[in-house]
């Protein structure tokens, strides 16, 4: 690197490396949304071939030293624009963490998880953890040996939460959680009392074709452009991108249960609509990217709850749903079916869980993850452990592994460090859909009429233009005047359930 090159050429020589990188990444994230969609099943053993060798270049790419000494070098000048030296700072602490890791041990640690993936499966078939059990020990040993390699402060686990959640600890969680499962229990044992919701028409034959094209009409009135992205069918919904210009989300719809095509397209499309507000002009820098999983997990749940499941914005589409399905909705109201759509029920499965009991779900898994990488857990114990969580905090008796500590699929991804994002992007969503309401006056009515351009322009200036800029904490701060507090999420459900199940 010589002094004579101006700042500007370094920069843009920066930004065109930093662009090939995502080139590469988008590119491995197309096969993989077409692995998920349209893939024959006999391409799968190439794909994941594919995959690997596009993977291993972005990581050579990013860990070349010459690049590590051109993040050095602008972060010296003193004539970078803000925006600049923001992506500046955050590339070369990317670097500094990546280029811990040995291309030797990435490797290893996808090879493990392909091999655990493909076991995760047959134990679930064999509805038996112990076909998992061996492979899963070696993960969470690679995972171990991964937290002390990045390096942390006071706890392992710290290092695997930063990956999802920078900033995130231990300690930070350890309390969100203290403070909120008693009065969730709390609220589990009022509803618990009252006579449970009736929700059987939700449960009427609904015809694929039909519910599609409603999915469709929702996710464009709720914002979503077919311009910059499109919706397909998968196994299970999910949401990726290749640029904020090309958005894909997928659904699936089961022809006797209504819920699940409606709340993942919804759910789906918030993260959509995140991903769709991020700067273009940022691609492949860091301020084009999204802040963190749990702030993007906020947004798909304030869309699918604070917004979804609420009355005044049914008031307004029910009428619509009602038309398309006049047999299966005759009987119902939009209050009974507003009633219906927010059933408080523990059950033994994460993805179907209600608002309330869904982070017992979360805080399960988070003790059970945070104790196997110290040590005070082992592999071994993770079915009984798991058991006896569900029975305590749920009081549900699982009934075999596969309903039990096999459902999930993050494990065998070698996911350490994920699930407690879930649990956070809810407490955020509910305290900025709070501060959407008391920024502007009108957002219920605009709401109720089922107009929520309003409350999207707020989440595009308070959250999605920033891209990475800011860590949760301070984006939460910005946008509600506050870090994180629980109270909202709290009242916000005390107030609905009091109402629906009349305590
Ligand atoms: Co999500």
Not at 99 to 104: D, E
Not at 390 to 406: A, S
């Amino acid at each position: 690197m010589t002094l004579t090159k101006s700042t500007a050429e370094l920069y843009t020589n920066y930004k065109s490396r930093l662009q090939k990188i995502a080139d590469v990444k988008y590119s491995a994230a197309v096969l993989q949304w077409d692995q998920e969609t349209y893939l024959p099943p006999k391409g799968a053993g190439f794909r994941g071939q594919q995959l690997a060798t596009l993977s291993e270049i972005a990581h050579e790419w990013f860990i070349d030293p010459s690049l590590g000494q051109l993040l050095e070098e602008l972060q010296s000048r003193g004539d970078l624009a803000d925006d600049e030296r923001r992506n500046v700072e955050l590339s070369l602490e990317d670097y500094n963490k990546q280029k811990k890791f040995t291309p030797a041990f990435i490797r290893k640690l996808s090879e493990a998880t392909s091999r655990s993936f493909h076991t995760w499966i047959q134990a679930r078939n064999a509805n038996s953890f112990d076909v998992f059990r061996n492979d899963l020990e070696q993960l969470v040993q690679l995972k171990k040996e991964e937290a002390a390699i990045a390096g942390y402060e006071h706890h392992p686990y710290n290092a695997l939460l930063d990956q999802y959640e920078k900033g995130s600890t231990v300690a930070l969680l350890d309390r969100v959680f203290s403070e909120i499962r008693n009065p969730l229990r709390e609220l589990l044992q009022k509803i618990g009392a009252r006579p449970q919701i009736d929700d059987h028409f939700l449960h009427s034959h609904f015809p694929q074709q039909q519910q599609w094209d409603f999915g469709m009409r929702l996710i464009k009135q709720l914002g979503f452009d077919f311009e910059a992205g499109r919706q397909d069918l998968s196994e299970h919904p999910f949401t990726t991108n290749f640029s904020s210009q090309d958005v894909r989300i997928t659904t699936r719809v089961d022809e006797n249960d209504f819920n699940h095509m409606t709340w993942s397209c919804i759910h789906e499309t918030g993260h959509a609509l995140y991903e769709q507000g991020l700067p273009a002009e940022e691609y492949g820098l860091p301020l084009g990217e999204y802040a963190s999983l749990s702030i993007h997990e906020s947004q798909s749940r304030l869309w699918e709850n604070n917004v979804g499941r609420s009355l005044s914005w049914w008031t307004s589409v029910y009428p619509s749903l009602q038309q398309t399905f006049p047999q299966q909705l005759k009987d119902a109201s939009a209050e009974q079916f507003y009633k219906a759509i927010n059933k408080v029920q523990p059950s033994l499965i994460r993805t179907e869980a209600d608002e309330v009991s869904y982070h017992f779900h979360v805080m399960i898994r988070y003790e059970l993850e945070k104790n196997l990488i110290n040590g005070t857990i082992s592999v071994a114990d993770i079915p009984a452990w798991w058991n006896e969580s569900y029975n305590t905090w749920l009081g549900v008796k699982v009934p075999d592994d596969k309903r039990g500590c096999l459902q999930d699929v993050h494990w065998s991804h070698g996911s350490f460090g994920y699930f407690p994002t879930y649990s956070l992007g809810s407490f955020y969503a509910a305290q900025m859909f709070s501060a959407a309401e008391n920024q502007i006056p009108t957002l219920r009515q605009s709401i109720g009429s089922g107009d929520t351009s309003t409350l999207l322009a707020w989440l595009r200036e308070k959250v999605h233009r920033h891209g990475r800029r800011y860590i949760s904490e301070e984006l939460c701060q910005q946008a509600t005047g506050k870090t994180l507090d629980i109270q909202y999420f709290l009242s916000y459900l005390l107030d609905k359930y009091r109402n629906i199940y009349n305590f």
